[in-house]
Structures are given as C-alpha cells and as structure tokens.
DNA sequence: ATGAAAGCGCTAACAG
DNA sequence: CTGTTAGCGCTTTCAT
C-alpha cells in the first residue's frame, strides 16, 4: 500500500510524453486505444506513469474534451430526509443507481432542499457536471426545474411534474391507482372517508407550522404535486360514482415524514369527523404511522377502522396494509435507461407503469 | 416552461462576448464576480444570455480552469442492494449528503459493485469528476481502494479497512463495542453462543453459493473485513476474560443482506451446535431476520434463545433488539467535513466516535 | 470597469 | 503505429 512519492507538480500527459519522448497522442492512446500502439510501448508507458503517479487521464479534461461527464444528475427537491426515509423514493433511487451502474455511469445527487437558499441549489445544479439529468418528484412550481431545461441537457421527469415541454416522463397512473382503491374501500360499504396526504404545496414552513393541517378547498385547489392531485381526484371521483358528495371527503395534509406524521395526521382526521370509518393514505409511511397510532389508542383494524396505503413498500406488505404497490424500483431503471439510451426517435416518451391494488388485511366492513 | 429555440451550436461564453462585444473577462465576471462591472450592463449580459439560451459557464471548462469539481466522490465496493437495504449503511449516506448539501458539493455516487468487472469499476473511479473520495466499508484487499489512492486526490476512509497511509479515517471501535455486548451477555449465564456475521471476504459467489455458511478457523483468519473481524475478536476477548473457549464460539457467515438470510444463518447455528442459548449478530438486520425465523418456529425471544444485534437501526429500536447503538449518520457528516474542511495540520485524521450499548428485550438468561 | 493573452489537460482528425 | 495541429470553454493575472 505504498505509494510514490509526490511529485511537486501533478503529472500529465504532456509531462510523461515529454519524458518518455513520444507525442501525447500515444501517451492519450496507451490508455483509451490500446490496440492503437505495441503491447510493448504501453508497458513502457503504464510503468513510467505509475512511477511518475499519474493516475490516467484527467476527467475533467477528458470531459471537457469530448462533451461527456459520465455521470446523471438526480435532482431532489425534497429535503433530503425526506428521500431517505420513504422506501418508496429510496428504491427509486436504488433503480436509477442500478441502471447507472450498469452502464458505468455515475451517480450524482444535487441536493436542492429547502435547505438551501435558491441561489445555493441554483449554483448546485448549474455547475453539476453530467450529462442529463433525472427530476424526481418535483412540484409544478419548483423553480429549479427551469433550472433544470435551462442547461439544455437531456431530462427526465420522475412522477412529476406533468408535461414538461421536450422531457421525458416515466410515473404511474395515480389518479386511476386511487380510484380503483377508493372503489373498493366504498364497495366495502364505507361512507365517511379520511383521505391522509403528504404536503400539497412547496412552501417553506417553521417547525411549528409543521403540524398535519385540514385541507380545504382552497388549499386543494392550490395543491403543487401533481401525484398528490391526482389521487385526490381519484378518491373524488370513487365517490362521485357511487353518488356520495366528494366534498363530505375529509381530507388532512402531512408535512413531515417521521414515523409518527401519519398518526397526528389521523387524529386530526378522526376528531375533525368522528364518522369516519375508513383512512386512505397517499403513502404508506403514513398508513403506517396512523396503524401504530391507532393501535396505540385500541382502535382495531381494520374492525375499527379500514386504513390503506399506497406504495407497497416492503413493511406495507409485511404488515399486511391495503394498499397500491407502484414498481418504485423499475421506475428509477426506466428514467435511468430513457437518459443513458434514449429512444431512436429522439422524441419525448410518456412511461406510464402498472400498479397493483393489493388487497391486504386492513380493510373491511365499517365497523 | 417555455425555452428559447435550440440554437444550431450552443452558446459559450466567447459567441456571448463576441453576440454584445465586449470582451470574455466581462461575461465571466458577470457571473462570478457581480460587483465587477456595473449593474446595467450586467443585466444587459444575461438577458441577451437567455435570449441565446446561454444558461452560465460550463462546469466542465470551469472545472478544468479551477481545479475544483464541486463533488465528492462515494465509493461502494458492496453491490448496490446493500447499500440501499441497510438502514446502518443509507444513513451513512444521508449523513455524508447532509454535508455535502450544506457546502453547496454535489455527492457522486461511483459504483464498483462485483456486478461490474474490475475493469469497468476502475473506469467508473478513474472517470470520476471529483475533489475528493469517501470510501465505505471496503475490504482490506479492495482493489479499488488503490485505484483511489493513485488519483491523488483527499480520501477519507470509512469502517475499514485501517491505516491507509495518507487518508483520515472515521468509524467506532468495533472491537470494544461488541465484548461490552457480548461481557453483558456472558454476564447473563450464557455459556453457548451463536455468532451471526457479516461476509468476510470480498470473493465473488455464485447464487447457489451465496448460503449461510461455518466459519472454521481458516476462514476467520483470512477474513477481510476489518469491522467484522474486530467485531468477532471482540466476542472472543470477552468470552476469554470469563473463562470459556473462544474456540467454541459457533460463527456463521452471511453473504445476503435480505429479509430471511439472518433466519437462514440462524439455523445453522442451531443445527451446528442445539445448546446455542444466544445468538448475536454482528449487524441489526441479521438479527432481525434471526428473530422472524425464532418467532415463526414458535421460539421464544428471550425466554429460550437471546438475540443481540449491532447497529442500532431504528426498526430495531423499535422492536426492543438488545444491540450496539452506532451513529450512522454522524459518521456520515464527520466524513464529509473531513474531506470539506480538512484539519489546519493537513495531517490524517483517525475520527472514532462513540457507541452506546442499548439493553432492549432480546436478552435474558439462558432458557 | 474592461480587455488581451495564456493556458488548464486532454482527444480527435489527419497525415505520415 | 506515431506525431502534428487544433481546439473543448473557461478563468485569471496583468494591463489599460
């Protein structure tokens, strides 16, 4: 594990073809065309430049050269605890990594979240050096989509927002996903529903502010995340179906992500109206948190109370959730392969995903 | 979301200069140094840049310029799916990204999993656009580690292995942790233990391979990672000090990181020696695995067998698991800010944090 | 406050 | 198989 010593002056590729007196094509070719020169003069040259410490081409230079990075931005316009404590985004993440690994590319995550100023995610994401990136999630207004298009790279669009004029877009059809769930749940005989979501807008809020909040129709009306949206109006429809009034539809808003958001989330519903016999969560960390906060109280489920999810990540499954499991995983390889091999055409692809309604042990009967 | 047309070759900097004739000084100081030219003319510089569709500097070229990538680069030796499935190991992640994100540094994430060929692993490091490396958990023989040793570049070393000449380390004291775990287990009455490992070499299996297997003493001496091996060591100091055998230590190696690999492991033990009274586990999620299998045998935790873990993930909190609480993701941000803000002395630093022993449930005396 | 000149380290023709 | 010639797009003294 020795290493040589420091020269005072990085080597480079002029530095060893001057020391070894071929031209810097060679040097250049000795690492990038090995065919291009005599298996003998390679040697010669990969010694020389492990004795002088020279690593290789630089890939700075090289990138600047050939107008390549090697690498896929992932911009995440979550906080990012938010991305590491949902499975569902987390597995996203573990596709687009797979994909990228597989093609020898890397992976660089640009962290945009509201923890930093504009100015500061707007400097991170013009001076990521890649050569396309993979928005996830993002809210309709999230300024640095704009951002984003303006460096002219090849994007795609994860879930969110819709139609982004020359992006590709991979995601699942939310609004149907949800209707079918809240088609079932009403089959089961259910009338007063709470319908849990994550936030439904982008501003920056004070730990305070961070309660679950009652969403009325103004705030639904202004609701920024398309996904959201789009079950909400599932559940809306569902009902509009089946002739009961969507606005009787309680619906309660989680601006926080922990292990416990989705049971403040629930309580709120449940006090807010007393009737209601069945949660449906826009995600299933949050039909988790309201079982365990539930069961906490003795309210059985679903005897009690029918709660669902949506998702299927792993613990929904094992905990036997009612709920919409979503291909979050495939999701990430689909964008990762619309980036690295984008369709002949070169036209913009709309990747809709099929989902599964599974029907778990958590919903039955009102009780 | 409307963009200016594409023009048939992208703007630069010098079409920019050449476009308002002034001089390319002037538009890079309208981007890097605002206060060196005036107001008006600086707004003048980037709407014409919007017009052309001009979004700043190229970060390649002022990466090539500066010397400064603006990333750092994570090395995963494991395959991805363990990174991302260990909740130990994605907090780590977080950490490090927490840090990057506050610096306003990209984090990349540079996969050498065994899916790809050391060839392809070599690219992927020696491609990286980055000011500096973290490795995590790499064996002792990981042949990328020298890869990144020969860039030259910071390194900081996380886990293991040791004493990387050069590079600052961050980790806990493996060895201490585990005979203050396995002191108290001992203290407990047991006589006869199981000891559930990680895998201890970086050999690439094939799937039938991939099985719980006995760790005989040939494979414990040639165990490759550092953490494990300090891990196990301290298991055997401690059953020394109380008068038993190490030898009689029952070890079995695990080379999955799934849901029922643990149980698979614990089987082994228990079918290896039937007077095992308590299995420890040198990782959480082994233990936690261990415990479904105990639970779905009808196996009474701690009543007949004590199961302890190491880690301390939060699902193993909130199960009650007896185990080694390490700060995952404080080791993540000691690492970053190592790497960000290396220490005045420039010398290497060795960073050990603390770890917390937790007496959860899962440990009892003997049944 | 603005400009001219000099390269950062490399690769891609193309010619020998 | 090897060398020559031209930049890739930018920042940075140093002058003006």
Redo the contacts with the bound molecule.
């Keep these: 594990m020795s290493r040589s010593p420091t020269p005072k002056r990085?080597a480079?590729?002029?530095s060893l073809a001057a020391e070894l007196?071929?031209?810097?094509?060679?040097i250049?070719?000795a690492?990038?065309r090995p065919?291009?020169?005599?298996a003998e003069?390679r040697d010669r040259i990969l010694t020389a430049a492990k004795r002088l410490g020279y690593a290789g081409?630089?890939p700075v230079?090289?990138s600047?050269?050939?107008r390549k990075a090697g690498a896929v931005g992932l911009v995440i316009t979550e906080p990012l605890t938010y991305s590491f404590s949902d499975p569902a985004a987390l597995n996203f993440v573990a596709g687009l990594a797979e994909t990228c690994e597989e093609t020898g590319q890397g992976l660089l995550l640009v962290a945009v979240g509201p923890s930093r100023t504009v100015e500061e995610g707007s400097a991170a994401v013009l001076s990521a050096g890649v050569d396309g990136f993979v928005v996830y999630a993002a809210a309709d207004d999230d300024p640095f989509l704009e951002l984003v298009l303006d460096r002219q790279l090849p994007v795609v669009i994860v879930d969110q927002p819709p139609e982004v004029p020359g992006a590709s877009r991979v995601g699942i059809d939310d609004r149907a996903a949800m209707r079918e769930l809240a088609e079932y749940v009403i089959g089961l005989g259910h009338r007063d529903i709470g319908l849990l979501t994550m936030r439904l807008g982008r501003e920056r809020l004070s730990e305070a502010e961070r309660q679950a909040a009652l969403v009325g129709p103004d705030r639904l009306r202004d609701t920024h995340f398309r996904a959201q949206r789009e079950r909400i109006a599932g559940v809306h429809e569902a009902m509009a179906a089946a002739g009961l009034d969507p606005e009787k539809l309680t619906i309660v808003e989680s601006f926080e992500h922990d292990s416990i958001s989705g049971g403040t989330a629930a309580e709120l519903a449940l006090t807010t109206d007393p009737r209601i016999t069945a949660l449906m969560c826009t995600a299933d960390v949050l039909a988790l948190s309201a079982m365990d906060y539930l069961r906490a109280r003795g309210i059985y489920v679903p005897g009690q109370i029918t709660v669902t999810g949506f998702d299927g990540v792993p613990e929904a499954l094992k905990r036997g959730l009612t709920t919409v499991v979503q291909p979050s995983f495939e999701k990430g390889r689909r964008a990762g392969n619309l980036l690295l091999n984008p369709p002949g055409s070169g036209l913009p692809v709309l990747d809709i995903l099929p989902t599964e309604l599974v029907r778990g042990r958590t919903a039955g009967p009102p009780g």
Excluded: F, G, I
Aim: proline share 4%.
């Design positions: 990085r480079t590729l002029a007196k071929v031209s810097r094509t060679t250049s070719n690492y990038n065919d291009q020169l005599s003069l081409p630089d230079a090289r600047l050269r050939t």
